[in-house]
């Protein structure tokens, strides 16, 4: 049995979405080495996960990037938090698309995304940059022991629960709503923000509920047999290791635990992984606000984002764009005791004569070496860089790492002498097939 766990080692969009389904689709026919469980176990519609198979694209939010192998269960697991509506046009958008999604179980622990968590987080997340998908109030209210469980809408029978939803929501909403109308009145009425009544929101709930309400269980018992039972199981991360609200760049954070702490409160199984894959990009992206030590505002900043295509999956939004910081790598490494990293978007460095590589930071007139965990630190540290020479050639159709040129291999080789872990996988395109795979 193998436990794989993927962790986005950067600020997120590392390329997770594509590994997952690699690896699934890796051991599709090797009834030993078959992955029988795709779960997620933390964030929830803020993610955006993308796999491209042959001309296909699919971008992932809430559904598992696994989804796509049907023989593969896939469960959102008890440390996500669902907007009811996201999960319903995904189901039904996939479905258009030919797959049913009978292959997916939903966490009752689960917690919901209530058109109250949006309201807040249009208001309150524009520091942060926040995805404005109600994110950190849902989380707030979990914490706050305030939250609605999936199970407070769906009984033991996979029936709607009226009474329960109308109960939690005739205790929450009026604390709710006192609270946005006294602190934030005057916001509402700029923004042109009416209050859901309870009856409507009711009603829409229980109108999406109704959809997904028979894929509704305990999954963290499934998890539990899963394990007993010897399949081979992978974790699927979202967000970023400096995205965590612990361990990341805080207060510029996600609200929940997107690193290897998060797996346990997530699926609610000791699933410790036998492989710890670090996803990362060949440079670093950052979506939103918050200290990034390598972004480049100028002409090479740009060129990484146009040839990257660096918009985010889920707003849209340009991300910011610099070189690769293993400075901060090594620090998630440490974090999450990465035992390999996959290295994406190499082909986007094609075109670069020079290629950076922060390997220490200035500060305080001294050089460091470590990431500082406090943000002030971490503010006036500046980026201290050593440069190798690029390859200027195409190299989104290599497939054997022997085949790659000189100066592209040079670099992985560097990576990986500072970070101290193999890079077992290479990728030099979107595809599933555009990957050089080195350690399976
Ligand atoms: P995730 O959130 O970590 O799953 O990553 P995203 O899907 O948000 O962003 C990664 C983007 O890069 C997607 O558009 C992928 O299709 C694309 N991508 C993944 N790997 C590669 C690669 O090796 N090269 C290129 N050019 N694009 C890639
Ligand atoms: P995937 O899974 C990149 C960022 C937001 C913002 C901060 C807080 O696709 O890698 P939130 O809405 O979570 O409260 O926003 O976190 N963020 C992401 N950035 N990829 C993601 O997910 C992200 N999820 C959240 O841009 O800065
Ligand atoms: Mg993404």
New binding site residues.
């Given amino acids: 049995m193998t436990i794989y766990a993927i962790i ?1 080692g950067q600020w ?7 590994i997952v389904d690699l690896i699934t689709h890796l051991y599709a026919d090797n009834e030993e080495k078959k992955i029988k469980y795709v779960a997620r176990y933390a964030g929830g519609n803020n ?4 796999v ?1 198979v042959g001309d296909d ?1 699919y ?1 992932f939010h809430l559904l598992p ?1 696994g989804i796509l192998h049907e023989d593969v269960i896939n469960i959102i697991g008890d440390g996500v938090v669902i907007d009811p509506r996201v999960l319903v046009e995904e189901i039904e958008g996939l479905s258009s698309r030919g797959y049913r999604c009978d292959n997916l179980k939903i966490s009752e622990k689960a917690n919901l995304i209530m058109p109250y968590h949006i309201i807040l987080d249009t208001i309150e997340g524009g520091k942060v940059g926040t995805t404005g998908r109600g994110i950190g109030p849902a989380y707030t209210d979990k914490i706050a022991r305030h939250g609605i469980r999936i199970g407070d809408v769906v009984d033991e029978n996979n029936e709607l629960d009226e009474q329960t939803f109308r109960r939690k929501l005739e205790e929450i909403l009026p604390m709710k709503y006192k609270f946005l109308s006294n602190v934030y009145g005057s916001e509402l009425e700029k923004h042109g923000i009416k209050l859901p009544k309870l009856e409507d929101i009711l009603k829409e709930y229980l109108f999406h509920v109704d959809k997904f309400k028979d894929k509704v269980t305990d999954t963290s018992s499934l998890l539990c047999k899963a394990k007993e039972n010897g399949d081979n199981i992978l974790i699927e991360g ?1 967000q970023g290791t400096m995205l965590d609200i612990d361990q990341g760049t805080y207060p510029y954070v996600t609200s929940s635990n997107p690193s290897l702490g998060g797996i346990f409160t997530g699926t609610g199984v000791s699933l410790v992984p036998d492989k710890v894959i670090g ?1 990362c990009k060949a440079y670093a992206t950052r979506v939103g606000g918050g200290v990034f030590p390598t972004e480049l505002k100028d002409e090479i900043g740009e060129k990484i984002r146009e040839r ?2 660096e918009y ?2 889920t707003t849209g939004r340009p991300r910011r764009c610099g070189w690769l910081d293993v400075v901060a790598l090594k620090y998630a490494t440490r974090v999450n005791g990465f035992n390999e990293i996959a290295m ?5 460095l094609s075109e670069f004569s020079t290629i950076k590589l922060c390997t220490k930071y200035e500060y305080n007139n001294g050089k460091i070496d470590y990431f500082p965990s406090r943000l002030s630190v971490l503010e006036k540290c500046r980026p201290l860089y050593e440069e190798f020479p690029g390859w200027q050639e195409d190299i ?1 159709s290599v497939r054997n790492y022997g085949d790659l040129p000189e100066n592209a291999k040079g670099y992985v080789y560097e990576v990986e002498k500072f970070v101290g872990v193999p890079i077992s996988v290479i ?4 595809r599933r097939e ?1 990957t050089i795979i080195r350690g399976y």
Wanted: hydrophobic share 25%; charged share 20%; glycine share 24%.
């Fill in positions: 986005g997120g969009d590392e390329g997770k979405g594509k993610a955006g996960h993308t491209q694209t971008r990037s979202a996803v990257g295509c985010g999956t994406m978007k190499l082909d986007v989104s990728s030099v395109g979107a555009q």
